[in-house]
C-alpha cells in the first residue's frame, strides 16, 4: 500500500491501513505485553521511591495496554466501529489527562522528595519499553484512527520518560519534589494533545464512512 501511495496512482490515496495484516495484529501483542509488564514495575517503583511522575507513568502503561486491547478487537470491523472505539481512545486520553492535571494540583500543595535515583533507572526502562513500542509499530504509524492512535501512544510515552529521567536529575541536585510535579503536569498536556489529535481524526473518518470506501480499505488492509 506504501508503494502505490507513493507512486501517486491514486488507487489508495483516501485509504488507510486498519490494522488487518497478521504482521501488525503480532506486533500489537508484543506492544500490550511490554505495556503490561511496565504498568507493574513503574507502579510498584512509584510507592517506593515516592514519585508522582512515575506512579502517573505506570497508570499511562495500564491505559495504553487497555487501549491497546481495544484496537486489536476492533481490526477488521467496519470503518463506522473502528472510528467509534477511536473516539472513545481519545476521550478516555483527555479524562486521563484531566485527572493527572487534578492530581498533580493537589500533590503541589504538599509535595515530597521523590528517591531520585529510582526514579532515574526506572525512567530508562521505562523509555526503553517505549522505543521497542514505537520501532515495533513504526512501519504502521499512518494507518486509520485506531493504527495511528496505537502509534501515537508509545511515541508521546517515550518523550514523557525523558522528561521522568530529566526531572530524577533536578531531584537529585536541589532535593526538591517540584520537578517531579512538573513532569506529571507535562504528561497530562502530552496526554490532551493526543486526544485532541485522535478524536479529530476519527470524527473525520465518521463522516467520510460509506459502505463502498469501508470493503476496499479492508480488502487493501489484507495485502
Not at 505485553?33 to 511496565?38: E, F, G, K, P, Y
Not at 477511536?86 to 504538599?110: P, Q, Y
Not at 531520585?116 to 504502521?140: Q, R
Request: charged share 15%.
Amino acid at each position: 500500500m506504501t508503494d502505490c501511495v507513493k507512486s501517486g496512482c491514486g488507487c489508495s490515496q483516501n485509504l488507510a491501513f486498519n490494522g488487518l495484516a497478521p504482521g501488525y495484529q503480532r506486533r500489537l501483542w508484543a506492544v500490550i505485553a511490554i505495556n503490561a509488564v511496565m504498568f507493574a514495575v513503574e507502579m510498584g517503583a512509584g510507592a517506593m521511591s515516592g514519585s508522582q511522575a512515575l506512579k502517573t507513568d505506570a497508570l499511562d502503561f495500564f491505559g495504553d495496554t487497555l487501549t491497546y486491547g481495544l484496537s486489536l478487537a476492533v481490526i477488521g470491523l467496519p470503518l463506522r466501529v473502528r472510528a467509534t472505539t477511536a473516539v472513545v481512545k481519545g476521550i478516555t486520553l483527555g479524562l486521563m489527562g484531566l485527572w493527572i492535571f487534578g492530581s498533580t494540583v493537589w500533590h503541589a500543595f504538599a509535595p515530597g522528595v521523590p528517591v531520585a535515583e529510582i526514579m532515574g533507572s526506572i525512567g530508562f526502562l521505562a523509555l526503553a519499553a517505549n522505543l521497542a513500542s514505537v520501532l515495533i509499530l513504526l512501519k504502521y504509524k499512518d494507518g486509520d484512527a485506531n493504527v495511528r492512535s496505537v502509534w501515537l501512544c508509545s511515541r508521546n510515552d517515550a518523550v514523557g520518560n525523558v522528561a521522568v529521567i530529566l526531572s530524577a536529575y533536578v531531584v537529585w541536585g536541589t532535593a526538591s519534589g517540584w520537578p517531579d510535579i512538573l513532569v506529571a503536569a507535562i504528561l497530562a498536556s502530552i496526554f490532551l494533545h493526543s486526544a485532541t489529535k485522535i478524536l479529530g481524526q476519527a470524527l473525520d473518518e465518521w463522516r467520510r464512512q460509506s459502505d463502498g470506501p469501508a470493503e476496499m480499505i479492508a480488502v487493501v488492509g489484507r495485502t
